[in-house]
């Protein structure tokens, strides 16, 4: 009698400790995208347009926010009309060099100065040049365009002032997702070798990450990354099970 006692034990032990592992492999993830992009300003300025309308919408090379570039914009004009000035003045400054090395009669001062005038030119030329550059960097920094990310939030509105650093949208690539959990220490190398089954279906996924340093906010567990391609609804809650 006893013998079947311990034997029912065993077997009820032996239940415990399957239900126990196969409910310490079971977690549940929200569907994420990959990628998130907080886009910040570079620059200051006031926004002209504030395209709100793309909200909760993929953009499609879309324009999400315009900062005023007027100023910026007569100022490159005049810059590139200096700058255009300064090559013609190099051209005829050059040639008075090459006529005086061609005349004898022209001290050495004289060659020198010449020479001088036509470095001094040279060097405004280099400074202009990247003035020119600098200024179509910064407007095109004030008109931002988004192409295939979804637009979860435009944080600036028409008439807003913006500085840098201030956040401009928050942006998806939803191309990809991913599930974040959270396994224990002692089991994160053994879930590698397993199986990945998500709501109880079989998959051919695999870890795609798993820290190997413990969580800040869960102390005993590592973070597990799993990615899912071309994922078809953000937000909702699957279930991971390994076995």
Same mark, same amino acid.
């Given at each position: 009698? =006893?013998?079947?006692?311990?034997?029912?034990?065993?077997?009820? +032990?032996?239940?415990?400790?399957?239900?126990?592992?196969?409910?310490?492999? /079971?977690?549940?993830?929200?569907?994420?995208?990959?990628?998130?992009?907080?886009?910040?300003? !570079?620059?200051?300025?006031?926004?002209?347009?504030?395209?709100?309308?793309? /909200?909760?919408?993929?953009? *499609?090379?879309?324009?999400?926010?315009?900062?005023?570039?007027?100023?910026?914009?007569?100022?490159?004009?005049? !810059?590139?009309? &200096?700058?255009?000035?300064?090559?013609?003045?190099?051209?005829?400054?050059?040639?008075?060099?090459?006529?005086?090395?061609?005349? $004898?009669? &022209?001290?050495?001062?004289?060659?020198? =100065?010449?020479? @001088?005038?036509?470095?001094?030119?040279?060097?405004?030329?280099?400074?202009?040049? +990247? &003035?020119? $550059?600098?200024?179509?960097?910064?407007?095109?920094?004030? %008109?931002?365009?988004?192409?295939?990310?979804?637009?979860?939030?435009? $944080?600036?509105?028409?008439?807003?002032?913006?500085?840098?650093?201030?956040?401009?949208?928050?942006?998806?690539?939803?191309?990809?997702?991913?599930?974040?959990?959270?396994?224990? @220490?002692?089991?994160?190398?053994?879930?590698?070798? &397993?199986?990945?089954?998500? %709501?109880?279906?079989?998959?051919?996924? *695999?870890? =795609?990450?798993?820290?190997?340093?413990?969580? !800040?906010?869960? @102390?005993?567990?590592?973070?597990? /990354?799993?990615?899912?391609?071309?994922?078809?609804?953000?937000? /909702?809650?699957?279930?991971?099970?390994?076995?």
């Amino acid at each position: 009698m =006893n013998y079947y006692k311990k034997f029912i034990h065993k077997i009820l +032990i032996s239940i415990l400790v399957l239900t126990s592992n196969m409910f310490a492999n /079971e977690y549940y993830a929200v569907v994420q995208p990959v990628n998130t992009y907080n886009v910040k300003s !570079s620059v200051s300025g006031t926004v002209v347009d504030a395209y709100t309308k793309l /909200e909760s919408k993929i953009a *499609k090379n879309n324009y999400i926010v315009k900062i005023d570039t007027k100023i910026d914009r007569i100022d490159l004009q005049q !810059s590139q009309i &200096k700058l255009d000035n300064l090559k013609e003045i190099l051209k005829i400054e050059n040639g008075t060099l090459k006529s005086f090395n061609k005349v $004898s009669s &022209k001290s050495k001062f004289d060659k020198d =100065n010449q020479q @001088i005038k036509v470095l001094n030119i040279v060097s405004n030329i280099s400074d202009m040049k +990247i &003035k020119v $550059s600098t200024l179509k960097d910064r407007i095109s920094k004030k %008109n931002i365009k988004v192409n295939n990310l979804y637009i979860s939030n435009i $944080s600036v509105r028409k008439g807003d002032y913006v500085n840098p650093g201030t956040l401009l949208y928050t942006a998806y690539d939803l191309k990809q997702a991913k599930l974040e959990i959270f396994v224990p @220490i002692k089991d994160a190398h053994i879930l590698k070798e &397993k199986t990945i089954y998500i %709501n109880d279906k079989k998959t051919n996924l *695999k870890i =795609n990450k798993m820290h190997n340093v413990a969580d !800040s906010k869960h @102390i005993s567990s590592y973070k597990c /990354e799993i990615i899912l391609n071309k994922p078809t609804k953000f937000s /909702e809650v699957l279930k991971v099970s390994f076995k």
